[in-house]
């Protein structure tokens, strides 16, 4: 297996204590990410089969299942597999909670209709992580996927950089240009339906949805 699986803090960040510090999230933050989320999966029907990949601690999950989606959570940290589970419980909420790698899934081709890959594509260092990730996401996915990313058109991305010439610390969030985005959707087959954002050249986060394309070959 490529060393580039094991390079990127990213892919082992959630301990225990990060992935619950990771929950406090203030309350109009969230709103207005899942307020994100909801605006994407209005493009996709309803009752779709929804894989919500990496799950966190299920707060988008919740949301697509809310709205009617049949939905499945996975996520590579046993921190955010154990929160996810336990608010799925608490909400009386009864879906699959698997471990799973985005670079190596060990679902079938089309095990999903969709696929939400919410806050996670930003910790990817490299085009190939990126496209790995991204032509496992469209393997399992039978015809949407949902994918957030961040903006380096943004006044956040814009600082980051900044700090960086100035001599600060590295930032280890990628922001990603939607082109380069298209183009690992565009070699699975996969075009791009409409890009989202809280609001545009403020805000770094981005998602993006995208639909395999009929006319494409498998």
Not at 35 to 41: F, I, Y
Not at 154 to 180: D, F
Request: glycine share 4%.
């Amino acid at each position: 297996m490529s060393t580039l699986l094991h390079t990127y803090r990213g892919r082992f960040k959630y301990d225990e204590a990060t992935a619950h510090a990771y929950q406090n999230k203030s309350s109009s933050r969230h709103r207005a990410e899942m307020k994100l989320v909801e605006r994407a999966l209005r493009q996709i029907p309803h009752g779709h089969r929804l894989l919500d990949l990496p799950c966190g601690g299920g707060r988008a999950t919740l949301h697509a299942a809310a709205l009617g989606f049949n939905v499945s959570a996975a996520d590579y940290s046993d921190a955010m597999l154990e929160i996810a589970r336990r608010r799925l419980r608490e909400q009386g909420l009864e879906c699959p909670v698997e471990k799973q790698d985005i670079e190596n899934l060990e679902y079938a081709d089309d095990s999903f209709d969709s696929v939400l890959c919410f806050r996670l594509f930003h910790h990817f260092p490299t085009p190939e992580v990126r496209e790995r990730a991204v032509a496992e996401l469209c393997r399992v996915s039978r015809q949407y996927v949902l994918l957030s990313y961040f903006s380096p058109l943004s006044i956040t991305s814009i600082k980051r950089r900044l700090r960086v010439s100035l001599g600060g610390r590295q930032s280890e969030k990628h922001a990603t240009p939607l082109r380069e985005v298209r183009s690992y959707f565009e070699r699975q087959g996969f075009r791009l339906v409409r890009d989202f954002a809280v609001l545009p050249l403020l805000h770094t986060l981005h998602l993006a949805v995208f639909e395999r394309n009929p006319a494409a070959a498998r």
